[in-house]
């Protein structure tokens, strides 16, 4: 699976490259949080703080994307993950296709795959406009596959999102979804909000706050970076 997951990492790369460099954006985020939730599947990484950061290369429809995420030693908090991503439009409604790999933390056992879990989805959204609101109904069809140690999840999440301008450099962003795991039958409620403000034409700060109904609440303050 380590090398699935290098032909996956590779592939995004030669693809990006291979589009013109005017086509292609790079961007990037750094954040300190007082803990880590799993929101799709209601469960707790680390009740201790955590620095995450990621980098993202977008081509066209194509985006490749790295999260990283550092915490207590040993911890589920440490994590490192490889994603690419594919969005279009079909009529009114935005379409995302999604594959990740995760190296998962159990046990210290960054190094081992055993552990590590698979993720393809896809997304579809109704992005409606009224003023400086916009609110999207949608629906996340999915499958989390492990590698061997831990158990494959079929997840069906439909939910809502949203953002309001409220200045011309302040945004208010949010996200609901409810996440019915088929598998093990249970379903976790989940929500994610943002206040961001753009202090530059690269540069923005971010406040944000996560919560599910089987995990605390975890607030962030970070920033993102376009290059």
């Not at 379903?187 to 706050?209: M, N």
Request: aromatic content about 10%; proline content about 3%; charged content about 15%.
């Amino acid at each position: 699976m380590r090398i699935f997951a290098s032909l996956v990492l590779l592939s995004s790369i030669g693809l990006c490259a291979t589009a013109n460099a005017q086509e292609c954006n790079d961007s990037g985020f750094v954040k300190a949080a007082n803990g880590y939730i799993l929101r799709t599947v209601g469960a707790v990484a680390s009740d201790e703080p955590v620095v995450q950061m990621g980098a993202a290369r977008t081509c066209g429809q194509w985006t490749f994307d790295t999260f990283a995420s550092w915490g207590p030693a040993g911890s589920t908090a440490n994590e490192l993950d490889f994603s690419v991503f594919y969005g279009t439009e079909a009529g009114p409604f935005t379409v995302q296709f999604a594959a990740s790999y995760y190296l998962v933390n159990l046990d210290d056992s960054m190094l081992d795959a055993s552990d590590d879990l698979i993720e393809v989805y896809a997304d579809v959204s109704l992005p409606l406009t009224r003023g400086n609101l916009t609110i999207a109904p949608l629906l996340r069809v999915g499958e989390l596959i492990g590698v061997d140690d831990l158990p494959s999840l079929t997840m069906i999440q439909p939910g809502i999102r949203g953002t309001f301008r409220i200045t011309d450099n302040v945004t208010a962003s949010g996200e609901y979804r409810a996440s019915m795991n088929l598998t093990q039958d249970y379903t976790t409620h989940q929500f994610a909000g943002a206040l961001t403000w753009q202090v530059s034409d690269r540069t923005a700060i971010r406040l944000g706050y996560e919560t599910t109904d089987r995990t605390r609440d975890v607030f962030s303050l970070g920033a993102n970076f376009n290059f």
